[in-house]
């Protein structure tokens, strides 16, 4: 499904990622942990296709369609998701406008019959109830005003609206309390799928007592240094960052 | 006949031969306002006043008065332009500056009187007269020259404490058969004591490429209590130049409401004049401008607190494409007696390209010292990290630029209360976002 093959790539002349590789097959769920500055972040730019990001070296493929040939917005419409960090906020477009655009988007790429907007109103109230939003925030700017939670679920729902087919989620439990982190792990627990994957961006373990991983990989100075199970994650956890080093 | 204008030897012209339908009751205003049109400087860019415009033009060219058309011309006009929909409207065209619509044979409404100029009563040319403001336009050589020459005008009046319900739609249409030329004419609009209008005035012109100069004034008076919403929509073609005066005089509780639209023309230069003569007056002025390609687009607005306990309320957006220019002069002025004035203005710019330019300039002239009075002007260009964000849920860049940049505009057509010109208005501005965010 996805594939990363020794993949270097630069921010304004400065080195960030010196030979990543990672594979991700449908259905499963990979956990990258690691220090700050250590590239996590910069993955999923790269990938997603963020201006500035550029790859140098190596490659990435989205069911073996090159990703470094495709506009961010075909990378979407490919099945790519990239949940925000910092989700930004753009007032004056509305969340609903927003998101029927997006879905609109995605299902023509796809050859889907557009949703008229009764169904997708539908739809997109179903979802808000599911990530614990109020449909209040349909009508409001896109994260305009929203809290760090309430922004986080928004990507959440988005994610559920697109039905994308491997999900980059940058350090969704940053800054959520543990109710908050609860609703957000649901939410993407309800969207696991033999056919979805997702790398899941983390800082800390906390998240993967809720979103249990196959694979747990640590990044460190642009490059996978270690890979392994779920207990992987625990052990780091119990051993800081530091001990990377000493690897 | 028509009258052929040499800018350069304008001192040599005489205002006898200039006007086609004298109107006697106007001889002496407009003998003044010609005085004047004589001794003005010729505008240049080293003249405030035109600092931002490109005036070459006038310069060694003679212009011919636009001639009359005739009625059956509104069939080729309703043809060829868009027009807002109204469920009930008194409509009334005006063509290359000549009132073409029988204004005799208009629906009467209680309570509303509409005039052609040389149709006017005694009283009602009072009215007219107490309009020609020569001291204000006194820096303004051709709003004039628009004075000095009118034959052909508007009166508006609405009697005490009537509602009248139906928005009056001036479709202010320029086809020049001549070319160049010049248009002109006036509206003058008198509100009594609490009463109501709404006055909707559409700029459009045929797309060829003629040399057309239209000048234009509407001239308000809004007696105690009275409220007055005004669309003024410029949508004219590319090689349009229109330069036009808007003055609006509140006396005591009276309100204004006013949007401005620019689109188009190679020039659109608009003075807005808002004078707080009563107390407890209010204005709400608003304004979008999109100039486009070369477009030049100019608001020079100017609102005066005479007397204390007013509110002014001002928020122009502009957004402005390719190697256009937008200008905004806002100029909020206090008087010493004015207390308790308040003044808000607000200009926000957005530029899409490296080319286009905008010269945004907030004036304060404050006199009293009990007030409260803010203002604040920024340009911005589209936020990469939004064009980003709306590329990685599968919308394209040019989408997401259009959507960001109606979204920069899209919170003062929300507040149009109209909903046939909001909704005529999104349109437009969906299908010029698609044309400009490429």
Known sequence: MLKINNLHAKVEDKNILKGLSLEVKPGEVHAIMGPNGS?????????????????????????????????????????????????????????????????????????????????????????????????????????????????KRNEIMQMMLLEPEVCILDETDSGLDIDALQVVADGVNACRDP??????VTHYQRLLDYIVPDYVHVLSDGKIVKSGGKELALELEEKGYGWIDQL | MSFTIDFENRDQLDLPALV???????????????????????????????????????????FTQSKRANESVLTEVNGEFNQITFEDAIEIFIVDGHIVSDISALRSIEGLTIT????????????????????????????????ATLSDGLLIEVEPKKVIKQPIYIRHVTLSSENPAVSNQKIVVQLAPSAELTLVEHFESSLDDSEQLALQQTSIYLAANSRFTHYRLNLEA??????????????????????????????NRTDIETIHAGQNAECNITGIYLPANEQAIDYHTNIEHRVPHCNSN???????????????????????????SDAQLNNKNLLLTN??????????????????????????????????????????????????????VQELLNQIKHESVRDYLSHLLDNYMVKVAN
């Open chain 2, 314 to 340: 001002e928020v122009f957006r502009g957004i402005i494409a390719d190697k256009a220019s937008a200008t905004f002069n806002g100029k909020i002025h206090i008087f010493q007696d004015a207390q308790k």
């Open chain 2, 355 to 408: 080319q286009a330019e905008v010269n945004t300039k907030p004036e304060l002239e404050i006199y009293a010292d009990d007030v409260s009075c803010a203002h604040g002007a920024t340009v911005a260009q589209l936020d990469n990290k939004s064009v980003y964000y709306l590329q990685t849920r599968g919308i394209d860049k040019q989408k997401a630029k259009k959507m960001l940049s109606i979204a920069f």
């Open chain 2, 20 to 62: 086609s339908k004298p109107l006697p009751w106007l001889k002496e205003k407009q003998r003044l306002a010609f005085e004047q049109f004589k001794s003005a400087k010729t505008p240049t860019r080293k003249i405030e006043h035109w600092k931002y415009n490109d005036m070459t033009f006038l310069k060694g060219q003679s």
């Open chain 2, 116 to 147: 052609n100029f040389n149709q006017t009563s005694p009283a009602q040319q009072d009215i007219i007269n107490s309009h020609a403001d020569i001291e204000l336009n006194s820096k303004n050589l051709l709003a004039n020259l628009n004075e």
């Open chain 1, 39 to 151: 590239g996590k972040s910069t993955l999923g730019y790269v990938l997603s296709g963020r201006e500035g990001y550029e790859a140098t070296d190596g490659t990435a493929t989205l069911n073996d369609k090159d990703l470094f040939d495709m506009e961010a917005d075909e990378r979407a419409k490919s099945g790519l998701f990239l949940a925000f960090q910092y989700p930004v906020e753009i007032p004056g477009v509305s969340n609903m406008e927003f998101l029927k655009a997006s879905v609109d988007a995605v299902r023509e790429y796809q050859q889907k019959e557009p949703l008229d907007a009764v169904a997708f109103m539908k739809l997109a109230r179903e979802k808000c109830q599911e990530v614990n939003l109020d449909q209040a925030f349909l009508k409001r700017g896109v994260n305009e005003g929203f809290s760090g939670g309430e922004k």
């Open chain 1, 195 to 200: 056919k979805r994957s997702f790398i899941i």
């Open chain 2, 238 to 267: 590319e090689t349009a130049r229109q330069v036009s005066q808007v003055k609006t005089t509140l006396d005591r509780d009276a309100q204004l409401n006013s949007f401005y639209l620019g689109l188009g023309s190679k020039l």
